[in-house]
């Protein structure tokens, strides 16, 4: 990842003197070009008060930051008017390759140490429809991974797309912008959160592992089809969550997030609730064989004098709330 530095200053002389005082090596082109990069994760701007004339734009990688902003500490300290006379704006793009919060600590942590300066601003503007084209491209490589096998790498994609789908929505500066698309744009994000939810709960099953995070996922998907306002993941960036419509989402859909579910209580041995959910699931998509044939597997190993909800209890650290009706 690289980060291109635009300075706003009177003084030519001070620019170079900056630069040159970071023993950095920056790439410099022409001009132009540099202006109209796009393939760099972060804009730093350092502006002098009052200053409109811009210096020189440069980019260096995002691993000389700390040696970067340390530099400018010195600088602060040094001449404290200096600070004082300047402020520094960062605007984040954003690139997933890594995940939004790898990213962020990146490209952000090393601004945290800063004091002295007029003001350090941080902007992480968004163009909504190119930011769903990423996280649907991201959840797309998770599926052509998993469809080779690769179930670690598809469950790391799946989890990035709604890692990717969180923090936007849980920032109150692009919850807002989200809001002022049109109903089908909340949809499509919603259906795409069901989608991902869906797929990792699947990959955890076929990973035999992450049990947690594979009923988390379950749960989370059958949130979405049933419409359940307690829907936990998400609750915690209300309003700014797209409006849920349960009429989105078909048969198939709420019988998927049962199946699943119940797919996982299998393997867990919780064959009460793995019961529920399977009779959920047939009560949708009755003809459904493969559905009927676990729904017989789980009926077979259920055993009504056994404890239930011990398993799912240990996993998520305290009692499942509801009970199975097996």
Known sequence: MFVRLSLYNDDVYWTQSLLEGTEMGFVCSNPDLVSKLTRHALD?????????????????????????TAFLQQMCDALPRWGKEHAIHLHLR???????????????????RL??????????????????????????MGSEE??????GDARDHYRNT??????????????????????KFGHAINKLRFQCELNLALTCLKLNTHWAEALLAADNAIDLADDNEMNRVWQACAPKVPANDKSEYSTVDRSKARFRRGSIMIELGEYGYACSDLEDALKETPEDAIIQSAFKTAKEKYDPTARHGAVVSQLWGFQRPRAPRW
């Open 44 to 68: 730093v701007k350092i502006i002098q008060e009052r200053s409109k004339r811009l210096r020189c734009q440069v980019v260096f990688p995002v691993l000389y930051l700390p040696r970067f």
């Open 94 to 112: 954003r690139k997933y390759r890594s995940g939004p919060a790898e990213n962020e600590r990146l490209l952000l942590e090393p601004w945290r």
């Open 115 to 140: 004091h002295g300066l007029s003001e350090v601003v941080v902007g992480t503007d968004i163009i909504p429809s190119a930011w769903l084209k990423s996280a649907t491209n991201m959840k797309d």
């Open 146 to 151: 998993f469809k080779k096998g690769h179930f």
């Open 162 to 183: 709604l890692s990717i789908l969180e923090s936007v929505l849980q920032s109150v500066r692009q919850g807002r912008l989200l809001s002022t698309m049109p109903p």
